[in-house]
């Protein structure tokens, strides 16, 4: 990645904020990612980051990963959390999922943030029998400027969607790959094991992890021992660069008990339990706290210097 291009765009406070964050979303290694980063793939954050600012005009986030007949608590809390920020940011939003996903997400939303009913009338159903034909549909008339993939299932070279048992999950869940030629704007994947759509881009960094790789590519990808994580660190660096937080009215343990609520499973135990990837809530907690800590004097000195009319880069300075 280009260094160069990024400390241009970046104050050195939220430069060395990107890096800080980058290394705690991986810190526990706990499916690799840690392992793919130290092992060259770094800067992603950022990238991401400035990629996320700079195209959220009208953003489609895409989730819901199958566990037997439920879907798992990893993804949607994250995608719930960045159309909040991205709401925030006033942007348009569109929240996508198989149709089953969808359904549930719906009657989860209500309850998990303040804004639920609004977010739920922004959801996107999409049909397995329909899929290519809606999401051209989709595309046409939303037309959006960035994607953002959390937490989805991404097909091997094979063309088999597999889940982190090896099991065969195709029928659960959608080709979203048909979905990448036909937008024009940026992608962004959020992934914490191989098996998602976008860790194509870090193909050759898996080849020895015991994982079933995902082939497809995005333009960007942000890794984090869980996914959900990837969105809080990715929020919580935006909220830097705007200089305001953006992770402002989600509450993780709300909305994980709604998800729960509306048939949520935790996707390692599956068990319906207000958890993340079988990690207790109050680790989940703590490493939100961690970013919200890292990021708030960035944020402050954000909107210091903008109140004082230094900011001379302005909106360009993220």
């Given at each position: ?82 159309a909040n920020g991205l ?223 230094t900011d001379n880069l302005?909106?360009?300075?993220v």
């Open positions: 990645m280009d260094n160069l291009a990024f400390e241009k765009g970046l104050r050195p406070s939220t430069a060395q904020l990107a890096m800080q964050l980058e290394a705690l979303m991986v810190a526990g290694n706990l499916r690799g990612m840690g392992t793919v980063r130290d092992s060259g793939y770094r800067g992603f954050l950022r990238d991401s980051v400035q990629a996320f600012l700079r195209n959220a005009e009208r953003v489609a986030i895409v989730s819901g990963f199958p566990v037997g007949d439920h879907f798992e608590t990893d993804g949607p809390a994250g995608a719930v959390a960045l709401e925030q940011m006033g942007a348009e939003v569109a929240l996508l999922g198989t149709a089953p996903y969808a359904e549930a997400l719906s009657k989860a939303l209500p309850a998990a943030i303040t804004n639920g009913d609004q977010l739920a009338a922004r959801i996107v159903p999409i049909q397995k029998t329909q899929c290519e034909a809606q999401l051209k549909e989709f595309v046409g008339n939303f037309k959006p400027t960035l994607v953002i993939f959390i937490e989805v299932p991404g097909a091997g070279s094979d063309g088999t969607h597999r889940n982190m048992r090896f099991e065969d999950i195709s029928e659960q869940t959608l080709s979203w790959e048909t979905l990448l030629p036909l937008v024009a704007c940026p992608t962004i994947a959020i992934a914490d094991g191989g098996n998602e759509l976008g860790m194509g881009l870090v193909g050759s960094h898996l080849e020895q992890l015991p994982i079933a790789c995902a082939s497809a590519s995005t333009d960007h990808l942000v890794l984090a021992d869980v996914s959900n994580w990837g969105a809080y660190a990715l929020l919580a660096l935006a909220s830097a660069c705007v200089g305001r937080s953006l992770l402002e009215g989600f509450e993780l343990e709300t909305c994980l008990n709604s998800l729960v609520e509306a048939g949520f499973v935790d996707g390692v135990t599956q068990c319906s339990v207000a958890t993340e990837d079988g990690l207790p809530l109050a680790r989940s907690e703590s490493f939100i706290q961690g970013v919200q800590a890292l990021a708030a004097p960035v944020i402050a000195e954000r909107y210091v210097s903008e109140l004082m009319g302005a909106s360009g300075y």
